[in-house]
């Protein structure tokens, strides 16, 4: 904790507060925006690109589906054009069926691997109730939402991976702004994008919440993450996140950002600048803040 509270002084250091004038101008510019729900310990994105469309990625535990729905209300989101589901633990899928109801989703992108828990059936159920699309992502995938962004899937399902192994990752560029997120994949995936795609980004949301299974030294080298995005609940059972992952952050000068310390987090970009909101600071006293 000293040592996290070191970095968030560094940070304060060099970073711009937004004042009222800032953020003005920065909503008069074609922006792209990246909301990190705070879902306790889980996962669920929201990305708004320059072109008004909606993006979802994963949706929380089951007890988190009331509070995305009230997020994407606050942000007037009405529709999602893509729900992207990046594989069907309950604590990235728990809160679909809640946000399914109450938001029109037009199509869903699935990694396809199957799973026999009530919480999948239920989700399953939903989209066949409402007879929404699904696409299964392949590797490689270019998903064409928007022309101004560029998607692409890192990595899916596998037949004999589990469930983290066959997680959904994607790199979303727009501009010279590149944004990683990695699901939940584990480090012999991390070993494969090494060996086959340019991983640089300046954004990345770190993968499986800061477990031990992920988050390598040499993967963190190939990203030179300048922000690193951790979503967790302070209170869980799983130790997230370990410190080895928390050091190898340290190690490349990354800046931390959790949803367990700041709680709701959005990026705001242009394409070339950033700015980083945060609902509240480690004892609620940080406000907005720019890179």
């Known amino acids: ?158 037949p004999f991976r589990s469930n983290n192994e066959s997680s959904i990752a994607l790199k979303v560029t727009y501009k010279k702004m590149d944004f990683l997120f990695m699901g939940d994949i584990k480090k012999e995936q991390e070993k494969e994008l090494i060996q086959t795609e340019d991983l640089q980004a300046e954004i990345l949301k770190v993968a499986h919440h800061g477990s031990k299974t992920s988050t390598s030294i040499g993967f963190l080298e190939e990203v030179r993450p300048e922000v690193a995005i951790l979503t967790y609940s302070k209170k869980n059972d799983y130790g997230h996140p370990v410190g080895r992952v928390i050091q190898n952050l340290y190690q490349v000068n990354a800046f931390i950002f959790s949803t367990a310390v700041f709680g709701n987090i959005s990026i705001t970009t242009n394409g070339t600048e950033y700015y980083i909101w945060t609902e509240k600071g480690p004892k609620n006293g940080i406000g907005n803040a720019a890179s």
Do not use: C
């Open 1 to 158: 904790m000293k040592k996290f509270k070191w970095y968030l002084v560094v940070l304060l250091m060099f970073i711009h507060v937004i004042q009222p004038g800032d953020a003005i101008h920065a909503e008069q510019q074609s922006n792209m925006e990246v909301h990190f729900i705070d879902v306790g310990q889980g996962d669920s994105i929201l990305l708004e690109t320059p072109e008004n469309k909606t993006i979802l990625i994963d949706g929380g535990t089951p007890e988190s589906g009331d509070d995305i729905v009230e997020y994407l209300k606050k942000q007037q989101v009405t529709k999602i054009d893509l729900l992207i589901v990046t594989h069907p633990d309950i604590d990235h899928i728990g809160g679909l069926t809640k946000v399914m109801k109450s938001t029109k989703v037009k199509k869903v992108l699935d990694s396809g691997k199957l799973y026999t828990t009530k919480t999948y059936r239920k989700y399953i159920s939903e989209i066949a109730k409402q007879n929404i699309p699904v696409e299964i992502a392949e590797k490689n995938q270019l998903i064409k939402l928007d022309p101004s962004i560029k998607i692409k899937v890192l990595n899916t399902y596998e």
